[in-house]
């Protein structure tokens, strides 16, 4: 079946650091991928989303490219700050609306 | 933007107990909600999608008589855990999408219920 790896945390960094969370997946056909955040206190957010290969998501400086050869969808950052600390999620979207995540990356910045 | 609301919170109940745990869509009307399970340091597992005027579809292993899931109206979904134990202990997170929302429209997250079983 379809299941989600991504890195386990959890990652410390010092303000604009440059950040990398890997993810890869197993999947049948081509599946969609998403990075979720879930800040402290608060529900899952989608960050960015990416639907074929090769295509870029972005959003809030950050990125993921969705890499078929590789089956990754790594999430960087050129620079972070303090309020990107929060637990991320990867996460795809085969063939039915269920989502399948990874375990969760947690983000610590410090100033 | 989209608001899924989810209540409580936080509830700590006794064992043989039941629970209700609400999740509202305020502001755009979901035909499918989903019941996920969050055990600590472990990922989101999906428990069941919750289909308006219908039964709820349960995943592998999810006990369908324990979790009692019901969808009665286009922006409420409501999960009952029947007789809970403490290995019931979880953090439950409902999501949904909206109605008219394209096969790619997000999912919207509600925040959470921390369910403590004594």
């Known amino acids: 079946g379809n299941s989600v790896t991504q890195m386990e945390g959890p990652v410390t960094l010092s303000e604009e650091a440059f950040l990398t969370i890997n993810c890869t997946y197993t999947?049948?056909?081509?599946?969609?991928l998403f990075w979720y955040v879930q800040y402290p206190g608060e529900g899952l957010q989608l960050l960015l989303k990416?639907?074929?290969?090769?295509d870029k998501g972005s959003n809030k400086g950050f990125e993921a490219t969705y890499r078929k050869e590789t089956t990754s969808f790594h999430l960087e950052k050129g620079s972070v700050q303090v309020s990107d600390s929060a637990v991320y999620f990867c996460?795809?979207?085969?063939?039915?609306?269920?989502?399948?995540f990874g375990k969760g990356t947690k983000l610590t910045v410090n100033p | 933007g989209a608001v899924v609301s989810q209540h409580p919170s936080r509830v700590i109940c006794k064992s043989g107990t039941s629970v209700k745990i609400e999740c509202r869509s305020l502001?755009?009307?979901?035909?499918?909600m989903f019941w996920y399970r969050q055990f600590p340091k472990q990922s989101l597992m999906l428990m069941a999608t919750?289909?308006?005027?219908?039964?709820?579809?349960?995943e592998q292993g999810v006990e369908k008589d324990k979790f009692l899931i019901n969808h009665a109206s286009l922006t409420l979904s409501t999960l009952t855990v029947t007789s809970a134990h403490p290995e019931d202990s979880s953090f439950y997170i409902c999501?949904?999408?909206?109605?008219?929302?394209?096969?790619?429209?997000?999912?919207?997250f509600g925040n959470g219920t921390r369910l403590t079983v004594t």
């Open positions: 999501s949904a999408r909206a109605r008219d929302g394209v096969d790619d429209s997000p999912l919207h």
């Open positions: 999947a049948t056909g081509y599946p969609s």
């Open positions: 990416a639907t074929k290969a090769d």
């Open positions: 996460a795809l979207r085969g063939g039915s609306e269920k989502l399948v």
């Open positions: 502001d755009f009307q979901a035909t499918t």
């Open positions: 919750s289909n308006e005027g219908s039964k709820a579809t349960y």
